[in-house]
């Protein structure tokens, strides 16, 4: 398969737009018609809130597929609701890859050696059934932790660079309290936990250039954070940058400027809840999807801007 960053670039310029759209869904925002004919056929189940999701899922993928390159399912959102979940999270992946979109999965599910080899297994890799390779969820790229050190990397590398898929590793995240551990001094480095991270995604990257000139492995730093940005983009010059934190949590289109190159490239910017509950500021449920497509339309607006 072709390189992912070589694809997510692609993908890119077909579109326009840097925009990745969030697939976070909260049962109590999917609108209530929606739930209803789920309850009305599974009761009050995990099956229920399963379709419930995929079925709100499909209808902003449906709505907004020919204008974003890229989705983020938070995995998180569908494995509280147990194996029905996790079955919604695969169903959601698949479709929105039907409708020519790349899928980032967001689990940051990593640990060490074997784990870890079955964690990317699972998400971007292949599995041994019965002596047969099966790729079970095969999402394009997926987000890891680093702090178990490159024992909890390798192994994703390792299978983007077999598979052409893609990582994005946290470095610098958008919640308020990231900088209780991200900021703190290294000093024997003479720099904060965050540059040293991002030192470390530019060497972990440096041999797994696609066409591009953008490695499979990438970065995760938040749109709140604009004045680290800068940084950041100097010390990774070659990893693509996923940044959460646009919209609902406060990130502006000024925040972000400083996550791409200066060929206009290097970035994926997310948002959630702002794109796919749009329709609660918007006010008629039913239209669910337009109120989607015209927030990803602002979106693309503030950005060019």
């Not at 178990?148 to 919640?175: A, H, M, Q, W």
Request: contains cysteine.
């Amino acid at each position: 398969m072709k390189h992912f960053t070589d694809r997510l670039v692609a993908a890119i310029k077909e579109k326009g737009t840097p925009i990745c759209v969030g697939l976070d869904p909260q049962l109590s925002h999917i609108p209530s018609f929606i739930r209803k004919e789920a309850e009305a056929r599974k009761a009050k189940s995990f099956e229920a809130a399963a379709e419930a999701i995929i079925e709100f899922n499909k209808g902003i993928i449906d709505a907004v597929h020919d204008l974003v390159p890229v989705v983020k399912p938070q995995f998180a959102f569908y494995v509280q609701y147990g194996f029905s979940g996790v079955w919604a999270f695969e169903e959601t992946c698949k479709y929105a890859q039907e409708k020519g979109l790349l899928v980032i999965a967001d689990a940051k599910s990593n640990d060490i050696g074997s784990t870890a080899e079955a964690y990317a297994n699972a998400f971007i890799g292949e599995t041994d059934l019965f002596g047969e390779k099966v790729a079970p969820i095969d999402c394009d790229a997926i987000t890891v932790n680093p702090y178990l050190g490159y024992d909890g990397i390798k192994p994703f590398v390792e299978t983007c660079r077999k598979r052409g898929k893609g990582i994005f590793v946290l470095v610098k995240t958008s919640n308020p309290s990231s900088g209780d551990l991200q900021d703190r001094e290294v000093k024997a480095e003479g720099m904060k936990n965050y540059e040293l991270m991002a030192n470390f995604v530019e060497s972990w990257g440096a041999d797994e250039l696609g066409e591009s000139g953008y490695s499979s492995v990438g970065a995760v730093t938040g749109a709140t954070y604009p004045k680290e940005l800068v940084q950041l983009r100097k010390l990774m010059p070659k990893a693509y940058l996923l940044v959460p934190g646009f919209g609902a949590q406060g990130g502006t289109a000024a925040d972000v400027k400083a996550a791409f190159n200066k060929d206009g490239l290097g970035a994926v910017i997310n948002s959630s809840r702002g794109i796919i509950f749009a329709w609660e500021k918007a006010g008629d449920e039913k239209e669910y999807g337009a109120a989607a497509r015209a927030a990803v339309l602002k979106m693309k607006k503030e950005l060019a801007a």
